[in-house]
């Protein structure tokens, strides 16, 4: 049984118009983020806000992309990575699709493995 099941009578549940269901799509995006989340959590309010500034962005955008699941674009990925030292890897934040977006990446000391293709229901 999984996680998802278990709350599936709990929580509110809705469909994207291609059948994606919205629950299970942001739970699995808000896990991919928790190393993020972390992360951030352990810098002080500046070097959280001086962290955003050398990615790009701010640390509003990073907050609400960790707790709506929103996934991060690649070249952010990329200067998270960069930024925080590889503690938050592209891999961290794109378990599922790295590979699509960094193929030069694949079998490369310190890469996952390609995962496996997800089924669509």
Avoid at 58 to 75: H, Q
Wanted: hydrophobic letters at 35%; charged letters at 25%; glycine letters at 6%.
């Amino acid at each position: 049984m999984s996680i998802t099941s278990n709350l599936s009578g709990k929580l509110p549940r809705s469909k994207f118009p291609c059948g994606v269901d919205i629950f299970v799509t942001t739970w699995y995006l808000c896990c991919t983020m928790e190393k993020l989340r972390i992360f951030l959590n352990s810098l002080l309010r500046d070097e959280q806000a001086a962290f955003a500034i050398a990615c790009g962005t701010t640390i509003g955008y990073l907050r609400k992309a960790i707790s709506t699941g929103t996934e991060l674009g690649v070249p952010l990925c990329c200067d998270i990575e960069r930024e925080s030292a590889f503690r938050v890897t592209r891999f961290d934040l794109r378990p599922d699709n790295w590979h699509r977006n960094w193929p030069d990446l694949i079998g490369k000391p310190g890469s996952p493995p390609v995962p496996a293709e997800r089924e669509v229901a």
